[in-house]
């Protein structure tokens, strides 16, 4: 999870994973825990090795801006507590809702139109972890054809 985290937010330095960390385990601190602390420099340095160079971002289909579009809605309507079963359920559901033939198709879409790569968490766990606003804010540059061209320098 700790790479997922990192490729999305294109971390550079373990600060940034620790802010989300925070956030899942508030009692966590780098000196508190420092196995966590040294998997956090891990995540980095294999996302700055070997992802960051092979991510590819791709604009979404048609169907698939739609499913995000609702995506973007269902977020919207999510308490911050939302246990992560039904954020899964609820992504889980705009996929059948938007008629993709194999649900694995809409998960694809997600990583690669979201996170520059073909595969990735069980996204209810990743946008528990990532934050529900932060996902959203995610889901709204890929529509916005922002992440497109984001690591085009």
Known sequence: MLLNL????????????WGFISRYLPDATPENAPLLDQMTDFAVN???????????????????????????TMLDGLAKDTPVDEIQTAIFTIGKEHNFENLRDWFK??????LGQDQGPRFGSFVELYGID???????K?????LVSELVS
């Open 109 to 114: 879409a997600l990583y690669q139109t979201l």
């Open 6 to 17: 990192a490729s999305v937010v294109n971390a550079e330095e373990k600060s940034v994973l």
């Open 46 to 72: 294999y996302y700055q090795d070997f992802i960051r160079p092979s991510k590819a971002y791709r604009a979404p289909t048609d169907q698939e801006r739609a499913a995000l579009t609702d995506m973007v």
């Open 142 to 146: 890929a529509l916005a054809g922002e």
């Open 134 to 140: 932060e996902t959203k804010s995610l889901v709204e």
